[in-house]
């Protein structure tokens, strides 16, 4: 028996904002700077889906703390500048959190004044506000470990087993398949389908098939 879907849980970056193209960009092009040149396609499979902690302890290893310290200050600021000038709702997600009759709740590996900035940026805050919106910064280990998908869940007052979670990187899906939820891996993004495709996971690429897909979960 599958048991009921109770709670949806969003990932922010790539699902609900299109922010995803811009952090890679920035990756990028101070990776250039500080000494470790990566690709798009690099910096997507290191970074992309990871919480902050992890993506910096990455970058130490690698350049060293002052330069990792340099390198996660001048993110910040590039990477606010440029959501201020072009970041956009991903593509369809407002028409289903308009039509969403689920619970729900975010749970990202960003840091809470950065999804607040984003979400706030974009309009859709108001569909979560606050106690909806939770971050690795709130556990132990971020994704692809399933502690922060098991702590919102917590927090929600759902059962793991009757939560779904939307998420497009590679290691997202990981941690909600380690947190026992089933998961829908939205391919329409930066991640190539491949990377989401496996156990109790749907892979989709238009978010407008969203609300079709939690039906028939």
């Given at each position: 028996m599958i048991t009921p879907i109770e709670l949806v849980i969003f990932d922010c970056?790539?699902?609900?904002?299109?922010?995803?193209?811009?952090?890679?960009?920035?990756y990028v092009a101070l990776g250039a700077e500080l000494g470790w040149p990566l690709t798009e396609a690099e910096v997507i499979e290191k970074f992309i889906g990871r919480s902050i902690v992890s993506n910096f302890e990455q970058i130490t290893s690698r350049v060293g703390?002052?330069?990792?310290?340099?390198w996660q200050e001048r993110f910040r600021q590039l990477h606010r500048a440029a959501v201020d000038a072009e970041l956009t709702p991903v593509d369809g997600i407002l028409e289903v959190l308009d039509t969403l009759t689920l619970p729900s709740c975010v749970a990202s590996g960003g840091r809470p004044d950065t999804m607040r900035h984003t979400l706030g940026h974009t309009g859709i805050y108001p569909y979560f506000g606050e106690g909806r919106i939770f971050s690795a910064s709130e556990v132990a280990h971020g994704k692809p470990a399933p502690d922060l998908f098991l702590h919102a869940a917590k927090q929600m007052g759902v059962n793991p087993s009757a939560c779904i979670v939307v998420e497009d990187s590679q290691y997202g899906i990981q941690a909600a398949r380690a947190a026992g939820m089933r998961a829908?891996?939205?391919?329409?993004?930066?991640?190539?389908?491949?990377?989401?495709?496996?156990?109790?996971?749907?892979?989709?690429?238009?978010?407008?098939?969203?609300?079709?897909?939690?039906a028939d979960a």
């Open positions: 970056d790539g699902v609900l904002v299109d922010s995803e193209r811009i952090a890679v960009r920035v703390p002052n330069r990792a310290a340099l829908l891996g939205y391919a329409g993004g930066l991640t190539p389908a491949q990377w989401l495709e496996g156990p109790n996971t749907t892979v989709f690429d238009d978010m407008r098939e969203l609300p079709r897909l939690l």
